[in-house]
């Protein structure tokens, strides 16, 4: 069973830029497709982005309304990637990497099955 773990998160100020790092230990991604959600204090976690992926390249990218146009899911061998651009403090939660165990991303955090612990990211103005 894949574990996933994140980092890469910190202190940023509004319109900085962050890049989150997912990586997997205990087996590969493989075509896993993997999705952020990200979850503040009082508030349930939410879809962030997603990637889906055929084994060797992504098939489709899919991102919230709003982060679209500011962040940039990637990846190579081993981690996928959360480049954020243009933050705002809007944008300060705990940011969760979790892998499907099938191609096929998804907006809905019950079609994961690993999940990463979390990293924090915040954004002051």
């Known amino acids: 069973q894949v574990q996933l773990t994140e980092s890469g998160g910190g202190l940023v100020q509004a319109g900085g830029s962050l890049r989150l790092s997912c990586a997997a230990s205990?087996?590969?991604?493989?075509?896993?497709?993997v999705g952020w959600f990200r979850q503040g204090p009082r508030k349930e976690r939410e879809f962030v982005a997603f990637m889906s992926w055929s084994g060797s390249d992504p098939t489709y990218t899919r991102y919230s309304d709003a982060v679209n146009g500011r962040f940039t899911v990637s990846r190579d061998n081993s981690r996928v990637y959360l480049q954020m651009n243009s933050l705002d403090p809007a944008d300060t939660d705990v940011y969760y990497c979790a892998a499907t165990y099938r191609g096929v991303g998804s907006t809905r955090e019950d079609d994961y099955r690993a999940w990463g612990q979390g990293t924090q990211v915040t954004v002051s103005s």
């Open positions: 205990g087996a590969t991604l493989g075509a896993y497709a």
